[in-house]
Structures are given as C-alpha cells and as structure tokens.
C-alpha cells in the first residue's frame, strides 16, 4: 500500500508553473514540508507548514513558492510560479508527528519521507 505519493512534477521553461501535490494515506502527520534534492546535492528542505498553519520557506524560494493544505483530503501542495533552472530536483514530502517544529538547526531532523518524490525539470 502507498503511504505517500507526490505528483505534479514536470518539465518546464524558466519562468513557467508546477503545482506539486503530495496525498497521504493513514499515516499522521501535524507538519508537513517540501524537499528537493539536486543530483549532486544534499536534500534540502523548501517549504514548511506546521500544525498551527504557520509556514517557512527558504531564502531561495520565497515570492515564488506557496505551501498549502488540504486537511480534509490528506493532501499538501506546493504551488511553484517564477521557477528558474536552479529550482531542478527531486521533490519530496516530509511528516512529522509535530505540531510546531523548532526553526533553529537541523529542523529536517524531525521529518520522514515515505513516497519516491516527483521530479522537476526547469531548462533556461
């Protein structure tokens, strides 16, 4: 059985949209987050939701990406717009059991990953 699967992933050209969804069996989860992972790079983390609804988005992508929820559904979005070609990678949905994840540090600590990610292509 599927726990997690992520989709929406794609090619596209510099400047253009993805809308990534992330859906989610039975498994719980209070926060939720995107990652992506380069070839050739460590994963990192891109966008947070916590339980509260409060959310985090890294220096790189802010103004560009927007994180959401679907809590009735089971299901996490990341809407993309502006993507430029060093947004390429891997994405993954991360879970965690928080309800609200310590900023400081590691913070990807507290995460799990589950599906095989959706991969993202953006040619300049």
């Known amino acids: 059985q599927v726990q997690v699967e992520e989709s929406g992933g794609g090619s596209v050209q510099a400047g253009g949209s993805l809308r990534l969804s992330c859906a989610r069996a039975?498994?719980?989860?209070?926060?939720m987050a995107w990652f992506r992972q380069a070839p050739g790079k460590d994963r990192e983390g891109v966008a947070r939701?916590?339980?509260?609804?409060?959310?985090w988005y890294a220096d790189s992508v802010k103004g560009r990406f927007t994180i959401s929820k679907d809590s009735t559904e089971n299901i996490l979005y990341l809407r993309m717009d502006s993507l430029k070609p060093e947004d390429t990678g891997m994405y993954y949905c991360?879970?965690?059991?928080?309800?609200?994840?310590?900023?400081?540090?590691?913070?990807?600590?507290?995460?799990?990953?589950w599906g095989q990610g959706t991969q993202v292509t953006v040619s300049s």
């Open positions: 939701i916590d339980g509260d609804d409060a959310s």
């Open positions: 039975s498994l719980v989860a209070n926060s």
């Open positions: 991360g879970l965690s059991a928080l309800w609200k994840v310590p900023t400081g540090g590691d913070w990807s600590q507290y995460f799990s990953f």
